[in-house]
């Protein structure tokens, strides 16, 4: 079965937003199983520095990933595609032999060069801005379509 792993920067706070993470978990768990994992962010208040902030969750951060997942790092800089390419990507690297893929999604400051660096694939959902937060939930709906797609359910029209 496909791992997916959601590393996210900061807790989800609002009830709507949980309630859409837990409808698109519950719905890929045909395709996929998905752990979202969330790393305590940094208060920027009490933080001497962003460059601080970001080597805190740095180290989180690649302490949390793996050597047998493809990592992608949702960036503003990222490949922007639309839900057929990103589906193609899923397809082409399960063709590959992936079958663990790990998606991190840094705080309101992003993510440092280094975790940029260790990620070789970069994506953007949009490019509009959305909260950190809302950002997981359309990641795993982008997720959930990506297979829909792949096995030519109704769900993408």
Known sequence: MVKIKVIAVGKTKEDWIKEGLQHYQKLLKRYAKVNLVEIKEERVAVSPSTKSILEKATDKILG???????????????????????????KENLNQGYNEFTFVIGGPLGLSPKVLDVCPLRLSLSPMTFT???SRVILLEQIYRAFSIIQGSKYHK
């Open 132 to 134: 950190h937060e809302m």
């Open 64 to 90: 949390l990933l793996s050597k047998s997942s493809l990592c992608i790092a949702l960036d503003v800089k990222g490949a922007c595609n639309n839900s057929e390419v990103f589906s193609n990507f899923f």
